[in-house]
């Protein structure tokens, strides 16, 4: 079985990574979870996959966001 491997660039910040799709476990996305609101969020603003560090990032300045100024 062959892995796929391929060298994209943030659409946020522009950093090249490598994704992972043929091998999910190692790909750099793996193990960031995500909430419903919080893929929407990115789903509708960007159009390919983040980088790390901007999914470690935008999860939890989403969450903060939203106890910030949706619940007061």
Same mark, same amino acid.
């Given at each position: =079985? =062959?892995?796929?491997? %391929?060298?994209?660039? *943030?659409?946020? *910040?522009?950093?090249? #990574?490598?994704?992972?799709?043929?091998?999910?476990?190692?790909?750099? *996305? !793996?193990?960031?979870? @995500?909430? %419903? %609101?919080?893929?929407? #969020? =990115? %789903?509708?603003? !960007?159009?390919?996959? @983040?980088?790390?560090?901007?999914?470690? !990032? @935008?999860?939890?300045?989403?969450? !903060? +966001?939203?106890?910030?100024? @949706? +619940?007061?």
């Amino acid at each position: =079985m =062959m892995c796929q491997h %391929e060298t994209k660039k *943030c659409p946020r *910040c522009q950093q090249a #990574f490598e994704c992972k799709p043929g091998n999910i476990t190692l790909c750099q *996305c !793996y193990g960031i979870v @995500l909430t %419903e %609101e919080q893929r929407a #969020f =990115m %789903e509708q603003r !960007y159009q390919d996959c @983040l980088c790390r560090d901007c999914l470690q !990032y @935008l999860s939890v300045e989403l969450h !903060y +966001f939203k106890e910030r100024y @949706l +619940f007061r």
